[in-house]
């Protein structure tokens, strides 16, 4: 099955390329991906033509949520626009697509958030990330897998995810400043491959969630990352969210559920994938 990533050289991107032992594009050629313009719809619809596979999996966008609410239009192109042209070229080649999508569709009235709960995104990227999740679902072989702050060591070195900022910085004797009013379930990033993986194989369309079975504060999975690592949790501090004085808001409690990807996946815990990178 040939595949292609958008997205490569990115955390979650790297990590489906490897996977899928899959043709990557990024800003640029490194690592061997293909260079495209995500801003430009002609290089997206050169890109699919010349490859022609079998699945295409998107990872890529802007996903800065700070930099999405500073620049709305670009959001809504690359999350958005961007999309749409994908699912419209998969749909002529009869290719599978996956859309990456995001926990932030939804706002913080409830957490447990199944498949079928009303979305009702509180800032730019979620409402971007929203519009691409429609344009994929215009395409009916199409799926949503909707992730939760992915976590585990990122290959593609492009930003310090908050797990390793947790791990460089307590190893650095640093205070940690976690909040203790956001609700979180995590993806373990070596998870997503598989779950993309199982979902084609048994011929799935529509919106899944992928994410950990447990769920907790930042502050929480801060000192249970702390622990693992054996690294001095004292140093981890309560705050709240309003404290970071971010530029969009943030929902608060957005946990995923996930019993219906549990069907075709097996998700471990947390305490088991922690003890998996330890040992890497």
């Given amino acids: 099955m040939k ?4 997205g490569a ?17 990024a800003q640029s050629e490194k ?14 619809v050169e890109i699919i033509n010349a490859e022609k596979p079998d699945l295409i999996i998107n ?5 800065n949520v700070d930099e999405c609410e500073k620049n709305p239009d670009l959001a809504f192109k690359l999350n958005g626009d961007a999309v749409g042209i994908i699912a419209r070229e998969s749909r002529k080649l009869s290719a599978k697509f996956i859309q990456i999508s995001t926990d932030y569709v939804f706002d913080w009235t409830k957490g447990n958030y199944g498949e079928d709960d009303t979305t009702n995104p509180i800032n730019v990227y979620g409402k971007s990330k929203f519009l691409g999740e429609r344009n994929a679902l215009n395409y009916q072989a199409s799926i949503v897998l909707r992730i939760e702050m992915p976590y585990g060591i990122n290959l593609a070195k492009n930003k310090e995810v908050f797990f390793e900022s947790i791990i460089n910085n307590l190893r650095a004797n640093k205070i940690v400043n976690a909040a203790t009013d956001q609700i979180i379930s995590p993806t373990y990033v070596e998870d997503i491959g598989k779950a993309v993986d199982a979902l084609v194989k048994s011929e799935q369309s529509g919106i899944f969630h992928l994410a950990s079975k447990e769920h907790f504060s930042r502050y929480e999975f801060a000192k249970i990352i702390a622990d693992a690592f054996n690294l001095d949790k004292s140093l981890v501090r309560e705050v ?12 608060k409690n957005t946990f995923l559920n996930v019993g219906k990807v549990s069907k075709f996946l097996n998700i471990s815990s947390i305490e088991d994938n922690l003890r998996a990178i330890n040992q890497q």
């Fill in 3 to 6: 595949t292609l990533v958008f």
């Fill in 59 to 63: 990872s890529a966008g802007l996903t």
């Fill in 31 to 44: 690592n061997g991906n293909k260079k495209v313009n995500f801003l430009n719809d002609d290089e997206i």
């Fill in 9 to 25: 050289s990115g955390f979650v991107g790297f990590y489906l390329k490897r996977y899928f032992n899959a043709v990557g594009t």
């Fill in 240 to 251: 709240s969210l309003d404290s970071f004085k971010l530029v969009a808001k943030r929902p």
